[in-house]
């Protein structure tokens, strides 16, 4: 079956620099969310998006911003990149809103900011 | 809003024996599902199994039951036959609307 694609699996990035992370999710998911996990901690919701609405906002920095695309798949602009921004960032995705859809989550993307 | 709370930042097991993982939780939601995921070194997040709110009976899937404690805010994983591939880190999650809110998290450790 198929998963939650994100792209790239691992990304360097300097200081100050701008980074883009993509989510294709499950084929006929219309919603996706976004994660971030930070080393030894357990995974913060960032965003969510619905039918490419912004659904719902976490504790997403002013500096990040997200978008969900007429073919459903994501993206994370992160802007001004910090040391501290450097984490794992899941997607993932269910086929509609509400808490009776489950969540299939993406193998991630891996940001380490130098 | 959520809360989730693991009070366990780690547990160890004998390989065949069973161990019980613990998970306290608070939402003002009538309405919520609770989960326990699995997070391997590869660091992917698997669904190990889900519980309705609603529901009274415990959700079973294999060697991994849960007990859900509705009035206690209790939801605690029980994984029987522990084997070498359960180690892992767990997390305990509440979806209480359109996100999951994960609890610390509890690294199992199988011992041989």
């Known amino acids: 079956a198929a998963g939650v694609i994100q792209s790239p699996r691992h990304l360097i990035k300097e200081k100050r620099e701008t980074a883009t992370l993509k989510c294709y999710p499950i084929p006929r998911h219309d919603t996706v969310y976004w994660y971030q996990q930070g080393p030894g901690q357990d995974p913060q919701f960032l965003i969510s998006f619905y039918e490419k609405m912004q659904s719902d906002k976490g504790s997403i920095p002013d500096r990040f911003s997200a978008q969900q695309f007429s073919d459903y798949h994501s993206e994370l602009n992160m802007s001004s990149l910090e040391l501290g921004d450097s984490a794992l960032y899941f997607c993932?995705?269910?086929?509609?809103?509400?808490?009776?859809?489950?969540?299939?989550f993406g193998p991630g993307t891996r940001l380490t900011v130098l | 809003a959520q809360t989730v709370t693991q009070s366990q930042p780690e547990m160890s097991v004998q390989e065949a024996e069973t161990v019980t993982l613990s998970c306290t939780y608070d939402t003002s939601e009538s309405d919520y599902y609770l989960f326990w995921y699995k997070q391997p070194p590869s660091r992917q997040m698997i669904l190990v199994i889900r519980?309705?709110?609603?529901?009274?009976q415990n959700a079973t899937e294999n060697r991994f039951s849960v007990n859900f404690q509705k009035a206690a805010k209790s939801f605690s994983l029980k994984i029987s036959d522990s084997q070498l591939g359960d180690a892992a880190m767990y997390f305990c999650a509440l979806s209480a609307g359109n996100m999951l809110t994960f609890g610390g998290g509890t690294r199992l450790m199988v011992k041989p």
């Open positions: 519980q309705e709110a609603y529901k009274q």
């Open positions: 993932a995705s269910s086929p509609g809103l509400g808490v009776y859809n489950e969540q299939f």
